[in-house]
């Protein structure tokens, strides 16, 4: 995965530029401040934001617990660009870090994390890739440390099923559909989580996006 190409914020649907307001209408408050709320931050944690995109689930995060170390991660230096200029208004440290999700043990240290968080990333990747991804953030914690994933997950009514096509438009069915049909959970539990939940489910214009709670053994 780190030498391959990734898919933008946007997929094919619009530039990056336009992802902040894109993504106001899936709901973005409630299903932000509950992954926020389940990674439960405290003070001088170090806490890895996987696939951070244009920053706003770890400036949350740093608003809520300012003590804590923030890490955020993304391949695309595009969004990271966005992300910083959205710190530096915010006047929010956070450690900004272009790599893969594939690469954290190097780019953070093996065992260096206390809670791992993720939002609308796997469901863009192919499923080799997301076990990868996986993988990487079970190395990256340490033993008893969190996982919070909040992505497009099973979609189990045909209304969901409707509006996950436009995600499927914009990322392709191929990677996406796996997210849908609910392989998420598996997934983790196969990358060594444990306790693995869906503990949250927020219905949206564009599908149902799910927050996943698991925790290293």
Same mark, same amino acid.
């Given at each position: 995965m &780190?030498?391959?190409?990734? $898919?933008?914020?946007l997929?094919?649907?619009?530039? @990056?530029?336009?992802?902040?307001?894109?993504?106001m209408?899936?709901?973005e408050?409630?299903?932000?401040a509950? &992954? #926020? %709320?389940?990674?439960?931050?405290?003070?001088?944690?170090v806490? !890895?934001?996987?696939?951070?995109? &244009?920053?706003?689930?770890?400036? /949350?995060?740093?608003? *809520? =617990?300012?003590?804590?170390?923030v #890490?955020? #991660?993304d391949?695309d230096r595009? !969004?990271?660009a *966005?992300?910083r200029?959205k710190?530096?208004a915010?006047?929010a $440290?956070?450690?900004?870090? @272009?790599? %893969?999700?594939?690469?954290?043990?190097e *780019?953070?240290g093996?065992?260096?994390?206390? $809670?791992?968080?993720?939002t609308?990333?796997?469901?863009?990747?192919?499923?080799? @890739?997301?076990r990868?991804?996986?993988?990487?953030m079970?190395? !990256? /914690?340490?033993?008893?440390?969190?996982?919070?994933i909040?992505d497009?997950? /099973?979609q189990?009514?045909?209304l %969901?099923?409707?509006?996950?096509?436009?995600?499927?438009?914009?990322?392709?069915v =191929?990677?996406t559909?796996p997210n849908? =049909?609910?392989?998420?959970?598996?997934? %983790?539990a196969?990358?060594?989580? +444990?306790?693995?939940?869906?503990?949250e489910?927020?219905? @949206?214009v564009?599908?149902? *996006?799910s927050?996943? !709670?698991a925790? +290293?053994?």
């Open positions: &780190t030498r391959q190409a990734f $898919t933008p914020a997929g094919r649907f619009a530039p @990056t530029r336009f992802y902040d307001p894109v993504v209408l899936t709901r408050r409630l299903w932000r509950l &992954t #926020v %709320m389940h990674a439960a931050p405290r003070p001088y944690e806490i !890895v934001d996987v696939g951070c995109g &244009t920053g706003s689930t770890a400036l /949350l995060l740093h608003r *809520i =617990e300012p003590c804590a170390r #890490v955020a #991660v391949p595009e !969004v990271l *966005i992300a200029r710190a530096e915010a006047g $440290t956070v450690r900004w870090e @272009t790599g %893969m999700g594939d690469a954290l043990p *780019i953070v093996p065992g260096a994390a206390d $809670t791992v968080v993720s609308l990333v796997l469901h863009q990747c192919p499923v080799a @890739t997301k990868a991804v996986l993988s990487s079970h190395a !990256v /914690l340490r033993p008893g440390g969190r996982l919070v909040a497009y997950g /099973l189990r009514t045909r %969901m099923r409707l509006g996950f096509r436009l995600v499927q438009f914009a990322d392709g =191929e990677d559909r849908a =049909e609910g392989l998420l959970p598996a997934l %983790m196969e990358a060594g989580f +444990r306790e693995v939940r869906e503990a489910v927020v219905s @949206t564009t599908g149902s *996006i927050v996943y !709670v925790s +290293r053994k």
